[in-house]
């Protein structure tokens, strides 16, 4: 156990952007909303809840109320997701391949660490400490932010935008943490993929992991005038969401403020189901995948050091 949490720590060491990059989002929200002038808003905004428009000022009752809450806590750790994702892909194009750059590769190699260990304690870091360390500074984070909201608020035409309601504050907690756990297994296949580029490229990381997927997709286009490729991608990339409710479904239909995003959104936090995404094959394929292409990184880590 000591073992693992040495090499969570080395992960953490070595890769500042993994906690400082969400610590900046989530102290920029919090500053924006303490030091913020004030809430301006037209007096004849309108917005669309329960399939009509309602006026932001009168129109907010006490169940559209609750639902407005719902949204705010989520899309309070929108910023934070978009944020974590984009610095994962990163760490995880480079974790591998940096410590042969920089020669460090060496000085691990002669601890009494497995290059199989190295490699899960990177896919470790990316698929659940990292997102899990997320998920608990936006729990922070919202109760700061709607705590500041509030202050500002109280006594004000816009109180009814932010009034407290415990239960769907869990709720909508619980839904970020049990999607959270369940994303680790269906992104762990594009995970391991990108550790697999990490360990094999000698240069150009990032195009290694670019450039044949795109190639692929031409190529596929020109030669047989289908796009397979790029609908396997969209659905690896974007399944998740589609069978935990909250994209595009079978018919392509996305959701937005004119067709109710709040009831939407509502039955997200409200009615979350993995059963779908657990008794999906494809879940359990990707694993499978992901398992079998870490076991290509250990072995690639395990022959090129680039010395």
Request: charged letters at 15%.
């Amino acid at each position: 156990m000591k073992q693992w949490i040495t090499l969570v720590r080395r992960e953490l060491w070595e890769h500042r952007a993994l906690w400082v990059a969400p610590l900046v989002v989530a102290a920029l929200l919090i500053v924006v909303t303490a030091l913020s002038g004030g809430v301006h808003i037209s007096a004849d905004a309108r917005v669309q809840i329960d399939g009509e428009a309602v006026d932001f000022i009168n129109g907010i009752t006490p169940e559209r109320a609750v639902k407005l809450f719902g949204v705010l806590i989520a899309g309070l750790y929108v910023p934070q997701l978009i944020v974590m994702l984009i610095v994962l892909g990163f760490y995880l194009l480079d974790s591998l391949y940096s410590e042969r750059k920089d020669r460090s590769i060496l000085f691990w190699k002669s601890l009494p660490v497995s290059d199989a260990h190295t490699v899960a304690s990177k896919a470790l870091v990316a698929l659940l400490v990292v997102p899990l360390g997320v998920w608990l500074l936006s729990v922070l984070t919202s109760l700061i932010t709607v705590g500041a909201l509030t202050a500002k608020l109280a006594g004000g035409p816009f109180a009814a935008i932010v009034q407290w309601n415990t239960p769907i504050w869990f709720a909508v907690q619980g839904a970020m943490f049990v999607g959270t756990l369940i994303a680790a297994l269906w992104y762990a296949p594009i995970a391991a993929a990108l550790l697999l580029v990490s360990a094999w490229a000698r240069r150009n990381v990032f195009l290694w992991a670019v450039l044949p997927p795109v190639a692929l997709m031409l190529i596929e286009e020109i030669a047989f005038d289908t796009n397979r490729v790029a609908g396997f991608l969209e659905y690896r990339f974007g399944g998740f969401f589609d069978a935990m409710g909250m994209g595009v479904d079978g018919k392509q239909r996305t959701v937005g403020v004119g067709e109710n995003a709040f009831d939407h959104i509502g039955e997200v936090y409200g009615k979350l189901d993995v059963t779908p995404l657990l008794t999906n094959v494809d879940t359990w394929i990707g694993v499978a995948a992901a398992l079998g292409m870490l076991w290509l990184a250990v072995l690639v880590r395990r022959r090129r050091d680039d010395t």
